[in-house]
């Protein structure tokens, strides 16, 4: 009865080769997030969909993109990947935008050789 | 701005104890919601509980309990009689109506047998 899913659990990547993170949920939720975390720090958000409607932060590296093409999907595209983008990389859901629980999934540990 | 202060960086705690892991948060809102979770060593944010600023009582969910302190503004997480599953990091979070969702720095528990 998996909520929200992250695939794959673990991705290795080379320096400067795009790499994608996926994400699914099954609460049929109109927001989707992607938040970037570092060790031993808070996640830190870098963008949202609202349904069909994108929200970037305005420190988002350009380098980060995101595409949901259904509401069950939402997918992180590292365009050209730097040591410095090693991190877990967290997707969460929430019914709404107006102050509702966000629902995470297990997170993507992404490693950059 | 809202900001959150969690004042403990670790805590440890004999198993079958009760602990009380400190937040406190900043905001000029009468509207917001308070948030905990846990994120274990595998890296998933896992809920536990939620508090609104109208919500008079306070929040309960199991084991779990939140001593919400508007006038200090203070949102303590309450765990009894801890287990040692409960060793994790845990980070308290604030969200106005419509804004992100702000994290602390974390506090790291480990329970001892």
């Known amino acids: 009865d998996a909520m929200v899913i992250q695939n794959p659990r673990y991705q290795v990547t080379q320096f400067g080769k795009p790499v994608t993170l996926s994400c699914s949920q099954t609460?049929?939720?109109?927001?989707m997030y992607w938040y970037q975390q570092k060790s031993s720090q808070a996640p830190k958000l870098l963008f949202h969909y609202y349904d069909k409607d994108f929200n970037n932060e305005a420190d988002t590296p350009d380098n980060f993109q995101s595409r949901r093409p259904n509401t069950s999907f939402c997918f992180l595209d590292i365009r050209s990947p730097g040591l410095g983008d090693a991190a877990m990389y967290l997707c969460a859901t929430s019914r709404d935008a107006s102050g509702e629980t966000q629902y995470f999934g297990p997170g993507t540990r992404l490693l950059v050789l | 701005a809202q900001k959150i202060t969690q004042t403990q960086p670790g805590m440890f705690v004999q198993e079958k104890e009760a602990v009380t892991l400190d937040c406190t948060y900043d905001t000029s809102d009468q509207s917001y919601g308070l948030f905990w979770y846990k994120q274990p060593s595998s890296g998933e944010m896992i809920f536990l509980i939620y508090?609104?600023?109208?919500?008079?009582q306070n929040a309960t969910e199991g084991r779990y309990s939140l001593n919400f302190q508007k006038a200090r503004k203070s949102a303590n997480l309450v765990i009894s009689a801890s287990q040692l599953g409960d060793s994790a990091m845990y980070f308290c979070?604030?969200?106005?109506?419509?804004?992100?969702?702000?994290f602390g720095q974390g506090t790291r528990l480990t329970i001892n047998p």
């Open positions: 609460l049929n939720h109109n927001v």
């Open positions: 979070a604030m969200r106005r109506w419509t804004q992100k969702l702000v």
């Open positions: 508090q609104g600023s109208y919500d008079e």
